[in-house]
T-cell receptor, first 113, second 112 residues
């Protein structure tokens, strides 16, 4: 099955720095989702995007739905230690497709003091 | 917390034995999903349900069956477990098919 390409695969940054990661697909999506997963837990929804070009914020997190509908970006401003974890993107091609939610390979974020 | 409870949280069993994992939700959501998560493969859909007694296959359904006799419970069964089914299994729910899915905390299953 298809997997979305996320980059970078891992990041090691200092506390206070801004972080950017992206997700690309060969297919068009109608919905882009961003999740964060901590060790031993399930993915937690951070941001949902429903419209091409949409820019949505959730606290220090900002995500954008790419104009081409084939990519999405997540930015974290002023990172803190609790931002550590794995970030996944997910895309859904069109409505009514419960079986078609595709996940990215994940970006592992590590933050140092 | 999305009101999803998975049980057991950890299980070790032997090849050839039947295994059933349970997902219980308190949100009254119509859609429920089972995923497995493996290094290098990410999250892959096994089966999903769109209502009581209504289920369909996902990307990696071979060797798995599911049942949903009540809105709140979705069971995943490995009829005869194999070592390749060692994985972390996640249940997810969504109110509508196009709405975001919310995940439980997973079951770590080891098959020796």
């Amino acid at each position: 099955g298809q997997q979305l390409n996320q980059s970078p695969q891992s990041m090691f940054i200092q506390e206070g720095e801004d972080v950017s990661m992206n997700c690309t697909s060969s297919s068009i999506f109608n919905t882009w989702l961003w999740y964060k997963q901590d060790p031993g837990e399930g993915p937690v929804l951070l941001i949902a995007l429903y419209k091409a070009g949409e820019l949505t914020s959730n606290g220090r997190l900002t995500a954008q739905f790419g104009i081409t509908r084939k990519d999405s970006f997540l930015n974290i401003s002023a990172s803190i230690p609790s931002d550590v974890g794995i970030y996944f993107c997910a895309g859904q091609p069109f409505t009514g497709t419960a079986s078609k939610l595709t996940f990215g390979t994940g970006t592992r974020l590590q933050v140092t003091l | 917390d999305a009101g999803i409870t998975q049980s057991p949280r950890h299980k070790v069993t032997e090849t050839g034995t039947p295994v059933t994992l349970r997902c219980h939700q308190t949100e009254n959501h119509r859609y429920m999903y089972w995923y497995r998560q493996d290094p290098g493969h990410g999250l892959r859909l096994i089966h999903y349900s769109y209502g009581v007694k209504d289920t369909d296959k996902g990307e990696v359904s071979d060797g798995y069956s599911v049942s949903r006799s009540k809105t709140e419970d979705f069971l995943l069964t490995l009829e005869s477990a194999t070592s390749s089914q060692t994985s972390v299994y996640f249940c997810a729910i969504s109110e509508q098919v196009e709405w975001p899915q919310h995940f439980g905390d997973g079951t770590r299953l080891s098959i020796l």
